[in-house]
Nanobody, 116 residues
Framework: QVQLVESGGGLVQPGGSLRLSCAASGSIFGFNTMGWYRQAPGKEREFVATITTSGSINVVDSVKGRFTISRDNAKNTVYLQMNSLKPEDTAVYYC??????????WGQGTQVTVSS
């Protein structure tokens, strides 16, 4: 079973920056997609960004130009660099790992709070 360990969340002022990390461990092989989703209080979980093993990236429009997703395949780790943070970015951020059609793994989430 693949396990995900997230880190990097915290409290930051509007306009600040934060970098999230998610390390995957376990039976990892072949092509996969790793990424980030977030869930604000009273809201549904929403897509933020994903990146494949080969480097193909998708990012939600609301964070384009501010967030950058990257990965280190040797370490099976995905990162989310968040710049110019806004209060509306406040949410629990969940790491996600997908492989093939049947493997879909979630991290337990890390809190990001953007507030003055």
């Amino acid at each position: 079973q693949v396990q995900l360990v997230e880190s990097g969340g915290g409290l930051v002022q509007p306009g600040g920056s934060l970098r999230l990390s998610c390390a995957a461990s376990g039976s990892i092989f072949g092509f996969n997609t790793m990424g980030w989703y977030r869930q604000a209080p009273g809201k549904e979980r929403e897509f933020v960004a994903t990146i494949t093993t080969s480097g193909s990236i998708n990012v939600v429009d609301s964070v384009k130009g501010r967030f950058t997703i990257s990965r280190d395949n040797a370490k099976n780790t995905v990162y989310l660099q968040m710049n110019s943070l806004k209060p509306e970015d406040t949410a629990v951020y969940y790491c996600n790992f997908r492989s093939g059609f049947r493997t879909n793994i979630w991290g337990q989430g890390t809190q990001v709070t953007v507030s003055s």
